[in-house]
């Protein structure tokens, strides 16, 4: 029977199917109050004086914060190295323009032999010492929030 043969050596390359989402939340609640209150009282045989005088003041506040990220790719590795145990050590770089936007995205780590699935891919959640970089432009940018001058540049492919 013929089969693909899996990464197992130096050069060898496999595929890593990135699926990494993170959620982050964070809440604060502070209130303050304070016053303050003075009173006297003046007089003599034939007039009486009083007076008082009150102060009070609040505040209360509330914020949260909030981030979700995803990512969903899949990048081919190579194997740079076997460890003494039998790991492989993987790199790879992928590069990307889409509609004008220079993405990259980079992987290194350490991946056990029997994680590899039979398709020769391994998920992002298996590699060991992972170490996955996404440089792109951030999401909702696009030439149409240029400056005039960048996007006449951009026409010409000079930015």
Same mark, same amino acid.
């Given at each position: 029977? @013929?089969?693909?043969?899996?990464?197992?050596?130096?050069?060898?390359?496999?595929?890593?199917?990135?699926?990494?989402?993170?959620?982050?939340?964070?809440?604060?609640?502070?209130?303050?109050?304070?016053?303050?209150?003075?009173?006297?009282?003046?007089?003599?045989?034939?007039?009486?004086?009083?007076?008082?005088?009150?102060?009070?003041?609040?505040?209360?506040?509330?914020?949260?914060?909030?981030?979700?990220?995803?990512?969903? @790719?899949?990048?081919?590795?190579?194997?740079?190295?076997?460890?003494?145990?039998?790991?492989?050590?993987?790199?790879?770089?992928?590069?990307?323009?889409?509609?004008?936007?220079?993405?990259?995205?980079?992987?290194?780590?350490?991946?056990?032999?029997?994680?590899?699935?039979?398709?020769?891919?391994?998920?992002?959640?298996?590699? @060991?010492?992972?170490?996955?970089?996404?440089?792109?432009?951030?999401?909702?940018?696009?030439?149409?929030?240029?400056?005039? @001058?960048?996007?006449?540049?951009?026409?010409?492919?000079?930015?």
């Amino acid at each position: 029977m @013929a089969s693909d043969r899996l990464a197992s050596r130096v050069g060898d390359s496999l595929t890593v199917l990135i699926y990494e989402s993170s959620q982050a939340q964070n809440t604060s609640q502070s209130s303050r109050q304070g016053g303050i209150q003075a009173s006297g009282q003046a007089g003599s045989s034939t007039v009486n004086h009083s007076g008082q005088l009150s102060a009070t003041a609040g505040y209360s506040g509330n914020g949260q914060t909030g981030r979700t990220e995803q990512m969903i @790719a899949q990048i081919s590795v190579v194997v740079d190295g076997v460890l003494p145990n039998g790991d492989l050590h993987v790199v790879g770089e992928q590069a990307l323009k889409i509609n004008g936007q220079h993405t990259r995205i980079r992987l290194r780590g350490r991946i056990r032999r029997e994680d590899i699935s039979s398709l020769n891919t391994v998920r992002s959640s298996m590699v @060991a010492d992972a170490a996955i970089d996404y440089d792109g432009a951030p999401l909702g940018t696009s030439e149409r929030r240029s400056g005039v @001058a960048r996007r006449v540049l951009g026409w010409f492919g000079l930015h």
